[in-house]
């Protein structure tokens, strides 16, 4: 019986993280980046910033020290921003205990060498196997006990079974899966499409638009998916439409919520200065592009996006455009 785990990173989802494994009885290590947030998380026992009103289990114990808080670790859940993720396991990477596995909840891709979170986790822990979660898990759901069901994805059958087992309670359900590279890519790319999502909310575009939005999205995904050697079924799943529409739908989503303030006329540069959160869409969008354009995959909405967030396009010349694309048939994908 496994009975200490650590989890970097001490946002939303890593904070859910630890308090799931507290509830199933294993000592967490909670690594965060300052003392001053490691002395509130002690003392106040609430991650106030992310999940206020939610008190912390005794057995979560926060620490800035790596070496502290990766020792005699059985299980390790990185939770840093896509775009951050390399720098600090570099650093970390040296107290992990011998082969002790690695899960992501990070959903991104890094825009300097478009490597997935799994892809730099190995490259930084080469002896860890690696494991992804993703699907539709909104952390403020989460920290209600509100019922959640996610994917684990893993190359190791039996790790992601010890996973599956050290984080299922009775409100969060886990499936397993062996397609990493389609969980994790879903994950990433959806946030793009709620961005899209929200700038619809912002301009007002109704629900017609929003329904199309989601439909259209998910072929854009599962098109980049299976380019790039993904399953096609796990885009039908729980990290794929699953995790889509909660996304799109939920006004808890940073990403679908930034996509609104930008629809409303606010600059992308206000948007993502006034965010407590690291919204992940944003820097995924040039990553996807780059993906995209080296498998020659067609990605319309993504396009749309990205010439919003950075060539200054006015949203809602970008839906018009969209909507005035050559007409033609719906199974031609």
Not at 115 to 143: D, H, K, N
Not at 213 to 222: F, S
Not at 223 to 238: D, I, K, M, W
């Amino acid at each position: 019986m496994l009975t200490k785990a650590t989890v970097v990173g001490g946002g939303a989802m890593g904070t859910m993280m630890a308090q799931i494994l507290a509830a199933n009885r294993m000592h967490v290590a909670l690594l965060v980046r300052d003392d001053q947030r490691a002395q509130e998380l002690a003392l106040l026992r609430e991650n106030r910033r992310y999940l206020p009103g939610m008190r912390l289990s005794e057995r979560i114990v926060a620490t800035v020290d790596p070496g502290r808080a990766l020792q005699h670790s059985e299980m390790i859940f990185a939770a840093i921003p896509c775009q951050h993720l390399r720098s600090a396991w570099s650093t970390i990477a040296g107290h992990i205990p011998g082969a002790a596995p690695i899960c992501s909840v990070v959903k991104g891709i890094e825009t300097q060498h478009l490597a997935r979170p799994s892809e730099i986790l190995r490259e930084c822990c080469p002896r860890s196997p690696v494991a992804v979660l993703s699907g539709p898990s909104i952390a403020p759901e989460m920290a209600r006990c509100l019922p959640t069901t996610v994917v684990i994805a893993g190359d190791d059958a039996a790790v992601t079974q010890t996973m599956q087992s050290a984080l299922s309670t009775s409100w969060f359900r886990v499936y397993t899966s062996a397609d990493v590279l389609g969980v994790e890519l879903a994950g990433a790319v959806k946030n793009v499409i709620a961005l899209a999502a929200g700038i619809l909310d912002g301009l007002h575009a109704g629900d017609n638009a929003k329904a199309a939005l989601l439909t259209r999205g998910l072929v854009e995904i599962t098109r980049l998916g299976v380019a790039l050697g993904a399953r096609p079924e796990t885009f039908v799943g729980l990290a794929g439409v699953g995790d889509l529409v909660t996304t799109c739908v939920s006004p808890l989503g940073r990403n679908r919520s930034a996509g609104e303030r930008i629809g409303r006329g606010e600059s992308v540069e206000s948007v993502i200065a006034g965010s407590p959160s690291v919204i992940e869409g944003i820097p995924t969008t040039r990553a996807v592009m780059e993906l995209a354009a080296q498998r020659s995959v067609e990605m319309p909405i993504t396009t749309a996006v990205f010439h919003v967030l950075f060539n200054q396009k006015p949203p809602l010349t970008a839906i018009t455009e969209l909507m005035k694309r050559p007409p033609k048939a719906e199974d031609r994908v």
